[in-house]
Nanobody, 118 residues
Framework: QVQLVESGGGLVQAGGSLRLSCAAS????????MRWYRQAPGKQRDLVAA???????NYADSVKGRFTISRDSAKNTVYLQMNSLKPEDTAVYYC????????????WGQGTQVTVSS
């Protein structure tokens, strides 16, 4: 069984920063991809940032230049450093991990609330 535990969410003023963490534990094999998604009330869940096992990163246009995704492979942990936060960044942030060999499995964290006040 695989478990993803997220932390680091909270309330911050516009222009502030937060750092999210997501640690994977359990029977997880060969993490290929680690991603952060977010979902605002009444909206769909959108991809925010992704990082491959080779360290290649990808970002949504709305967060480029403000957010940075990184990973610690030894700890099976992915981070999201969020700077210059805006009220429109308010959402529940979810960690997603894709792992496996010939067949891939995707796992989700429970979500962490990020609220940015104006």
């Amino acid at each position: 069984q695989v478990q993803l535990v997220e932390s680091g969410g909270g309330l911050v003023q516009a222009g502030g920063s937060l750092r999210l963490s997501c640690a994977a534990s359990g029977s997880i094999f060969r993490i290929k991809l680690m991603r952060w998604y977010r979902q605002a009330p009444g909206k769909q869940r959108d991809l925010v940032a992704a990082i491959t096992d080779g360290g290649i990163t990808n970002y949504a246009d709305s967060v480029k230049g403000r957010f940075t995704i990184s990973r610690d492979s030894a700890k099976n942990t992915v981070y999201l450093q969020m700077n210059s936060l805006k009220p429109e960044d308010t959402a529940v942030y979810y960690c997603n991990v894709v792992s496996g060999g010939f067949s891939l499995n995707a796992y989700w964290g429970q979500g962490t609330q990020v609220t940015v006040s104006s």
